[in-house]
């Protein structure tokens, strides 16, 4: 039996590639094309973090835009893109990123089913679940990141739970990548460690770092002066996003500092969370929570980010899937989380469409812990009518 589950999920892959290769001659060029791009300019020795060479390059793969894509990430990210800078077909690797996501969507979504208890029997829910968000559709669509960034924080969260803190911390560093989307998690784990007197996921996460940084230093010398030169050209400021960006929007778009408001009730909420959980911290429990206020909170992030959370959509799931009441209303709100979240995109733009989301997240988890808490004085009623 598992020989031939194998055998058809083997052949269900390869005939998805043989109808995705067609269709990706005709995509659009979107966020990928700045991971391909940098990555032929980091092998050949040129600077990855200049605007003028990444526009030279994308103008060769037919980038039309005035402004070229570029590779915010620090440069310890740049070494896990060399592969790309060997493949001279734009539409093969886009395949094959494509077909990398997808595999690691779907792991990191069914190991946080399986970590909260989910039926192994019903592992098509919580696919079913990631194929209903819309965050998920989009960062396929574009080719970003975030399900690597999804996969630190599942790994972090396997390991963390079975004692290997050091290898948990090694996993936790692909959120490194864009570490503006995690700060109240990174900032939640240092209270905790200094807290415990525990240090070996900083330990780990910072070794990770340091190796995927020395790497890069080795192949360019000069990466982290290109880097720091980037971050202040501005450049960013071009876009804006997240629940900051939607404050420009409204009040003052070439205010920067109002991309970081948010960040404010952020770090205010957090505090009050960890002083109310401190003593009971399990991160099980509160990484859901404490991960969804980060991502609304961030300063810079777009919908595709948001693959994150499918960290507390799935835990939410596992918890209604036995409960018919909580399955109508999970299902409801998940439905309708996608169309607020897409009609935000679509007529506002990225910024609300990021914004929408996380807060319908962030606002279910506290009706499902307020649901969790039912008063003492419904138990008795509840056991008469069970036994009636």
Known sequence: MRITKAVVCVLAILAACAIALPIFHYVP????????TTAHVFIRGHNPYSIGTLMRFQQAAGWSEKQPLMVMSPPHFLPLLIPLGFMHSYVWARLIWWCMSLAMLGFATLTVWRFYGGDVDRQWIPLCVAAAFLPVWHCLAVGQIGPLLLLGIVGFMWFERRGY?????????????????????????????????????????????????????????????????LIRSGYVWEYTSGAGGVLRSLLARQNHDLQFLPMIPGLAALAIYWRRHRLDWQWCDRIAAVLSLSVLTAPYGWPFDEVVLLVPVVMIAVESVYDRSRQKIFVGWLVALFA???????????AVGMTVCATGVLAYLGFDSTMARKPESEAPEEDTALAA
């Open 29 to 36: 060029l979107h966020d990928f094309v700045e991971y391909w």
């Open 165 to 229: 803190l050091f290898m948990a911390g090694t996993a936790l560093a692909l959120t490194t990548f864009k570490p503006h989307l995690f700060y109240l998690l990174w900032l939640a784990l240092l209270l905790w460690s200094v807290h415990r007197r525990e240090f070996r996921v900083v330990l780990g996460a910072s070794f990770a770092a340091s190796v995927g940084l020395l790497a890069a230093v080795i192949i360019d010398r000069g990466v982290l002066t290109q880097y720091f030169a």
């Open 340 to 350: 607020a979240t897409l009609a935000g995109v679509l007529r506002y733009g990225d």
